[in-house]
């Protein structure tokens, strides 16, 4: 626990003193040291272990084939393992070249909405990833990055690679499919650029949570795998909690950061509108789902992603109070 403590203080000191260009390269590096070569770290570290080692000796449909009905992985990310298995020496690169991927979206995504304090989104987002996914689930991780470097596209105007990325992502983990959903419920709100209001994030809670049922029951009628997922979660009694309670103030949090009360409009640009509209309507999608834990995390994950890059994007108000 003191060494994951002493990473957080130094990290957010760091993203507080970095300005140079070099400086940030050195501090990226240093973060990515201490996720990616790691050993025998995070949850079902084992699972992937075994599937990189068993496509790394069989790179087969047939291998595929069992990986995926043994842990109902998806397709894409077995591709992406087996195909990584033949070209890095063992299980600690292919999961540091994972880990590097996430950085290098958020770096990404970071740019294209005109912030330059790279360091201080770093270490915001890694006081919630760190643990989460970052140190955990490969898949969710790698369906992360890819959103976010599609989000990145969409937001410079490249429309076509955009979507492309999108297009690839579910196959990495079907819960970005949720992201999608959100974004083209943005698109579908949004149509004109302009910073959300507040009052938006309540009608799409309430619009979010009343059609829920109806979509989990048809995605579990077209996938077998998500009908089991959703029956093993549902087994689970619920109740509300501290924990329950604190994600509501969460995601209440990130839409109230995201909305027209804490923008400066003189110093915002397109892109910039269009992040905090994502957010804030995510972050809508998130409190929704605060019953189905699942769902809630797995949104939780990007919502902190984009929360943590809005707080250090150009006009915002109350920075330091949210930070």
């Not at 070569?37 to 047939?62: C, H, I």
């Not at 470097?149 to 690839?168: N, T, V, W």
């Not at 990130?254 to 923008?263: D, E, G, N, Q, R």
Request: glycine share 6%.
């Amino acid at each position: 626990m003191i060494t994951y403590l002493t990473f957080y203080i130094l990290t957010l000191g760091a993203g507080l003193l970095i300005r140079r260009k070099v400086t940030t390269w050195i501090f990226l590096l240093l973060v990515f040291l201490f996720i990616g070569l790691r050993k025998d770290t995070g949850f079902d570290w084992n699972v992937y272990q075994d599937v990189f080692m068993g496509l790394a000796e069989d790179f087969s449909p047939e291998s595929f084939a069992y990986f995926s009905f043994l842990y109902r992985q998806e397709l894409v990310f077995l591709f992406f393992t087996g195909a990584l298995g033949r070209l890095v020496p063992n299980y600690e690169f292919y999961q540091a070249t994972i880990a590097a991927l996430l950085i290098w979206s958020t770096v990404t995504l970071t740019r294209a909405v005109g912030v330059t304090k790279v360091p201080m989104v770093i270490a915001l987002i890694m006081t919630y990833l760190l643990w989460s996914v970052a140190f955990s689930t490969l898949r969710q991780s790698l369906a992360i990055s890819i959103f976010n470097f599609g989000l990145a596209f969409l937001l410079k105007g490249k429309k076509y690679r955009g979507a492309g990325l999108f297009a690839i992502a579910p196959f990495l983990h079907t819960s970005s499919i949720i992201y999608i959903i959100t974004y083209l419920a943005t698109w579908f709100l949004y149509r004109g650029q302009k910073p959300p209001r507040i009052r938006s994030f309540i009608l799409v809670v309430v619009a979010s949570g009343l059609s829920a049922p109806f979509l989990i029951q048809i995605a579990s009628s077209v996938s077998s795998s998500v009908a089991s997922r959703v029956e093993w979660y549902q087994s689970f009694e619920f109740s509300v909690g501290m924990l329950e309670i604190f994600f509501i103030l969460f995601f209440l949090l990130c839409a109230l950061l995201a909305s027209k009360k804490m923008t400066r409009m003189s110093e915002i640009d397109e892109a910039g509108i269009k992040l905090r509209q994502v957010l804030l309507i995510m972050a809508a999608v998130g409190a929704s789902s605060v019953v189905f834990p699942i769902v809630r995390d797995r949104v939780s994950y990007e919502v902190f992603i984009l929360a943590s890059i809005c707080l250090m994007m150009p006009g915002m108000r109350y920075r330091r109070y949210f930070i």
